[in-house]
């Protein structure tokens, strides 16, 4: 079935305010882990103010010192996120037109934050480790739902109905747009919990847990044994004696294991990228918006791929490791946007609902389906 054309709802100002808001959080998660990084996650030990001052009062020269300088800016960002949030409220709700998704979803956007932000407080004053990856993790969260926003916000998002909802999808295309959407769906699941994976390695100081590669400590698997894992730090140890700047110390089976974790993920989550990327480019070239966001994807991934190698050869340089975590989180929104635009273009050529589908995937559906309504 083909869908109505709705009246025209696109609010260039809404739209500009969500890539703004979305554009914002990327130096932002960058900066938070630059803090992670350097271990400074603390060095403000108070919270809401800092060192006692309002914190866009802090003296400058408490500011400047290493340390503060990375937490307070992470701070001050965040409070620019907030303040291009609320902003995204505003403009939903008191300027024409819109509709009751938009207006729904930058609440949700604004709410985010805010959780986010507490969280990174009370990451501080409680002390908490565990808080800290929670933060890390949420921060991915929350990007994909301000990537929501941008999506049904654009001009995009209301031009491909005026294009498609004419025209009458075959069997074949409805099929493979099933087949698209539920891959897409699969590989934003993967990015997530590779990101989870790679929050947990560098809270616990993981990142530099095998120091080789493509091998594990000379072998196709790291060490299982206690005497594999005593081998592994002679390694370590010895090639710290001979480095002018020794980073790698001691590791556990845990942490090893944690890092290889990683890079397995690392090697699924390339495969599922590399084979959304082609399905889309053979089977939905012809659908505006698809095939150059799932060219986007692949050069975020080589990127990606790139960084997470040189941060390993290279003994983990912070701001390195740190731009590793900001392109991933790059290509989190990138391949969720996708999965959205996949999800518009099959609602619109009359994709019904598949039960089998997981429930984030009916979430999404639900959304699509609320915003072709008008309010």
């Not at 609320?86 to 207006?103: D, F, G, H, M």
């Not at 990451?123 to 994909?144: E, K």
């Not at 390195?320 to 969720?336: K, M, N, R, W």
Request: proline content about 5%.
């Amino acid at each position: 079935m083909s869908l109505p054309v709705p009246s025209v709802t696109y609010n260039r100002t809404l739209h500009i305010l969500a890539w703004l808001t979305t554009l914002a959080t990327f130096p932002l998660i960058w900066m938070g882990g630059l803090v992670t990084s350097h271990g400074v996650g603390l060095a403000v030990p108070d919270w809401p103010n800092s060192f006692g001052y309002n914190m866009f009062l802090l003296p400058w020269h408490i500011w400047e010192q290493w340390g503060v300088f990375y937490e307070h800016t992470h701070r001050l960002l965040g409070t620019l996120v907030g303040f291009l949030s609320i902003l995204l409220v505003l403009c939903a709700w008191l300027t024409k037109p819109t509709t009751t998704s938009q207006r729904w979803l930058s609440v949700a956007v604004l709410l985010t934050v805010i959780t986010q932000g507490v969280l990174g407080g009370l990451r501080v004053v409680w002390v908490s480790l565990d808080l800290a990856i929670i933060h890390g993790i949420f921060a991915q969260a929350a990007l994909c739902l301000m990537g929501l926003m941008m999506v049904i916000s654009s001009r995009w998002w209301q031009n491909i109905v005026s294009q498609l909802s004419s025209k009458n999808c075959t069997e074949k295309e409805l099929r493979n747009l099933r087949s698209l959407r539920t891959l897409a769906v699969t590989c934003v699941i993967l990015m997530f919990a590779q990101l989870v994976v790679a929050a947990l390695m560098r809270h616990h100081q993981a990142g530099l847990a095998i120091p080789d590669l493509p091998l594990h400590y000379g072998h196709l698997l790291p060490p299982i044994s206690s005497e594999g894992l005593q081998l592994a730090n002679a390694q370590r140890i010895a090639e710290d004696a001979t480095s002018p700047n020794p980073v790698l110390g001691q590791v556990t089976l845990g942490q090893i294991w944690l890092h290889f974790a990683h890079r397995l993920g690392a090697v699924i989550v390339t495969i599922a990228l590399m084979w959304l990327a082609i399905r889309v480019v053979q089977r939905a070239s012809k659908y505006k918006g698809l095939p150059s966001i799932a060219l986007t994807v692949v050069l975020f991934l080589i990127v990606q791929l790139t960084l997470g190698i040189l941060t390993v050869w290279w003994r983990k340089p912070a701001d390195l490791a740190s731009l590793h975590v900001a392109v991933g989180a790059l290509l989190l929104l990138t391949t969720f946007v996708l999965t959205v635009r996949i999800f518009r273009v099959g609602r619109v050529c009359g994709v019904a609902e598949q039960p089998h589908v997981a429930s984030g995937t009916n979430a999404l559906s639900s959304t699509t389906s609320a915003q072709i309504s008008t309010p």
